[in-house]
């Protein structure tokens, strides 16, 4: 046998009871069922003896012996004795108790390993043999003096509730009892085994189903990704005929505009997902002077960050699509001129990112309702503010702050200030990885 199942076997063996092979209500159905059907009386004891369940037609001459507290010792004792004999024997063992009745003791067995077991009787029984033990009453100090306590020279109405049978019927009974049981129990214990098995390869399985669809996912990642790849190489070609043709009519800002489009496609190549601080910087960059080359925008965009700093992840797109935004919102006011500037900060394990231009900023009305809201659990889902009258530049905002949540939990913290020369400030602070 492997390692890994005999130690799972001793493990099992370990932990294995009557309770845990059969159950208690189950247990006492069985006993119930068979004392109701042969009028024995039965009680299910463990490996230690203990009494397991209610006494099941225990006949008024065993009560009334019970009622003393001397022969309920006997009594206690008689039944240990039945159940260490059949446990020494592992077969089943039948005797006759102190005061004379026939006693049955039916060990429960798995595997080898005693349980417990069924002790039956209170049988009047007139052909037992010689050959069977006979318990004495010097079991305890002063048993020799409880001479009332014997069915022999008990009177008949004493005993009227008392079944009698011969010892071949008792054998009967006996061997009945002692099948159903050990079939019972190794019935209940194989399903048992199987249904741990099962758990165990059903756990299996969803761990392997779990890695499956992980790598499928990632397949279907790459997958989009390379589509979007031959997308930008098509689209880069496509370009370079344009290209081509801009040389030929001697227009050199159309070749150069060309060229920093050509050069943004490319950057489309990289993560949709996360982007180092210094992608997303060189993303911006390449969107700037592309949008520079409108007559009625222009855009001076400047990055301090530290060098340390520059693979610090970011969600992708995320700074990238709020400088448009920024941008946008100039060209919408009016301003054909702003400045934005990037800069970073590192405190402890945070990094904190500042967004500034001198341009466009929220009225202090928004403002004061965007402070509020930022305080909230940055967990909780916002309802969309499509419908609001709130303006591109608070959403903008807020799709920020929800973009690096959604990236790196919640603990993320986004503060807005108006400038006193003009613009504002957004800093956006997260954990360093």
């Known amino acids: 046998m492997p390692r890994d199942q005999f ?52 006949c008024n001459y065993c009560k009334n012996v019970r009622d003393n507290p001397t022969s309920l010792l006997l009594c206690k004792l008689s039944d240990a004795s039945g159940a260490i004999i059949a446990a020494t024997n592992k077969e089943v063992s039948i005797y006759i108790c102190p005061c004379g009745l026939l006693e049955i003791a039916i060990p429960i067995i798995v595997d080898g390993h005693y349980l417990g077991g069924f002790i039956g009787g209170q049988i009047l029984c ?40 011969s010892y071949s019927e008792v054998l009967s009974i006996a061997k009945l009892v002692e099948f159903i049981i050990n079939q019972l129990t190794n019935h209940e214990i194989v399903s048992n085994r199987n249904k741990q098995k099962n758990l165990k390869r059903i756990g299996t399985l969803e761990l392997k189903l779990r890695d499956t669809e992980s790598k499928l996912y990632s397949l279907q990642t790459e997958l989009v990704r390379y589509k ?24 050199p800002t159309t070749e150069v505009a060309i060229l920093e489009y050509t050069h943004t496609l490319a950057l489309q190549h990289d993560s949709w997902i996360e982007a180092t601080i210094k992608e997303e910087c060189s993303r911006i960059g390449t969107m700037v002077n592309l949008l520079n080359y409108r007559e009625d925008c222009h855009t001076t965009w400047k990055a301090n960050v530290d060098e340390a700093l520059w693979h610090c992840m970011v ?29 970073t900060e590192i405190q402890g394990n945070q990094v904190s990112i500042f967004l500034e231009n001198d341009r466009v900023a929220l009225d202090s009305d928004e403002l004061k309702l965007l402070q509020d809201v930022l305080q909230e659990n940055p967990s909780a889902i916002h309802e969309d503010m499509s419908e609001q009258d709130l303006s591109l530049l608070y959403k903008s905002i807020l799709e920020l702050q929800q973009l ?14 108006r400038k006193s020369c003009g613009g504002m400030q957004v800093k956006l602070s997260y954990p360093l990885e």
């Open 315 to 343: 969600p992708a797109y995320s700074v990238w699509q709020y400088v448009q935004q920024i941008i946008e919102n100039a060209h919408q006011e009016g301003h054909n001129e702003i400045s934005i500037m990037l800069h």
């Open 404 to 417: 690096f949540v959604t990236q790196y939990g919640v603990s993320i913290h986004v503060e807005c200030h």
């Open 7 to 58: 130690e799972e076997r001793q493990h099992e063996e370990a932990r294995l009871d009557i309770m845990t092979a059969i159950g208690h209500d189950l247990l006492e159905e069985i006993q119930q069922a068979v004392a109701n059907v042969t009028g024995i009386a039965f009680v299910t004891v463990d490996y230690k003896g203990d009494v397991l369940t209610e006494t099941t037609h225990f």
């Open 228 to 251: 979007r790849y031959v997308d930008i190489v098509r689209n880069c070609k496509l370009l370079d005929v344009i290209d081509s043709l801009s040389i030929l009519e001697n227009a």
């Open 126 to 165: 007139d052909d037992a043999p010689d050959t069977i033990v006979r318990l004495s009453k010097n079991m305890i100090p002063g048993g020799q003096n409880l001479i009332e306590h014997d069915v022999s020279t008990s009177k008949l109405e004493d005993l009227a509730d008392i079944k009698r049978y």
